[in-house]
């Protein structure tokens, strides 16, 4: 997205960003909006003539031919609708389709830090909900503004043709009506603003609850959530009802409007026919002209309410395109190919730079060796793999990669040559093949059985419906925690990176799928460097060198085979005690 956009988002910068290309469209719908208003004004003058003729007693031939001509104009006025109406949504979709794309990868671009503060349920109200209310300002709201504004000044115009005091009294009608129209549409503007608002609180809340099903059940929670959705819906109600009894109330005082529009209309035009000034074909015109009014009025109060419905949603996509990455993408060297080394110089990090979660770490792993982090909960082992991954950025110290610095190499580059296992696999609702590829049509399928095969998955894969096109459950449904781990693996060989970071599984898994994740895990740290979160004695025995991290600190980093030996250091003592009993 251009940088223009992010900066200056106004009406303005939408209307060329979003409606420019689509100019032919555009000029489509100008002409038909322009049709449209010449049918409306010319088709009342036929019925007119047709009334004066009827009642001077005219032929039957010209009368046919005016009801012809008046129907035939109706029905071609309609048509115009439909194919306007055609033309305008492809116009909105397209546009409001572009705005969402450019939403989501800017979102995508968002720190973790970003989204971690936010529910799902609120950006989706952010580029969903709100671009919606874009949609007709793209497709209408100037256009319709324009023509509607036109509309009333041709009736305006042929009514004081017709008789100046006609024109006079009716264009004072329209534009106390219009400002009436406008004064009473703000009543209702605060309740609407407020019913938003809690669209989104109610959301964002469905979205989080939706997302934990699983430990809302497994935790017998559903109970509080249910009481916080009936304490929403309680607080939506009185809410939604207020805005609903105001929108009546615009919408009571816009008919009784008009119903005095036309009082009026037809007193003045019956005064001037009883004086003999006009024919009671023209008491129809004025009659008919003034009932047009409403329709151009009534739209005019609807756009300017949606175009302020659309000020408000600029101004929340706005915001939310102000929120910048913080991580910026490197334009360095690119990382070489193999197994990479990794230093840490004196690291220190903190999600709150207050608060150092990590500390004056350092520690060098040459390429092909394989690290084993031990610690407590919550001292600091998935911040470090995150730092690694640049999923934050540290605060001092350094961190190199294949010799190069972190913070220079690409994006892309460094999470193409890091691979990750944690212990919660994100599956999506997409194929096998998709799941394992991420997407990547240069792995083929081949190459995926054969890691598939290696990981052990064979037999799973043989019981699969229709192979790799098997569209798998949302976030892995139908498969065991195992199997989840051994497609996670899976996909890891397939992006073959050259570090391999694993938050080990550390339960849940039965003596046979352990094996073979063992297994799997042997394979995949072959000739690639490691690093294991372990939680487990099994795998800390194929590290080769350990770091005992403590409050953020390196409590003890050294060879594993020599703190194994010596009794004086942490590792030692446990071993001796088991780390199940000591880190858990
Ligand atoms: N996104 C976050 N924002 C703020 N603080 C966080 C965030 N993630 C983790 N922390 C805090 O940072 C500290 C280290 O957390 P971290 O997840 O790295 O620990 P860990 O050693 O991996 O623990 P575990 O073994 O339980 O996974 C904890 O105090 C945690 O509360």
Redesign the pocket.
Known sequence: MSTRLKHSFTYRELLTRYLQPQWQRVCWMVLLLLGSIVLQLVNPQILRQFIDNALQGASTAPLVLAGALFIGLSLLNQLLAVVNTYVSENVAWTATNQLRTDLVSHCLQLD??FH?ARTSGELIERIDGDVNTLANFFSQAIIKLLGNGLLIIGVLLLLFKERWQVGIAISLFALAGLFILIRVRQVAVPFWVKTREKDAEFFGFLGEQLAGTEDLRANGATGYVMSRFYQLLRSWLPINMRASVASYATWSSTLLLFGVGNALALSISIYLWSKHEISPGSVYLIFYYTNLLSAPMEQIRTQLQQLQEAGAGIERIRQLLQAQPTILDGTGPALPSGALALEIKDLTFG??PDEP?LQQLSLQLAAGRVLGIL??????????A?LLLRLYDIQQGEILLGGVPLHQTRLSELRHHIGMVTQDVQLFHATVRDNLTYFNRAINDEQILKVLSEVGLTGWYNSLPTGLDTILGSDGEGLSAGEAQLLAFTRVFLSNPGLIIM?EASSRLDPATEQLIERAVDTLLSERTGII?AHRLGTIQRADDILI?EN?RALEYGARAQLANNPHSRFYQLLQTGLEEVLA
């Open positions: 973790l830090a971690k999600y709150n979660v610690g407590r909960t919550g001292s600091g082992k998935t911040t470090l995150r938050d979160i991290i953020g």
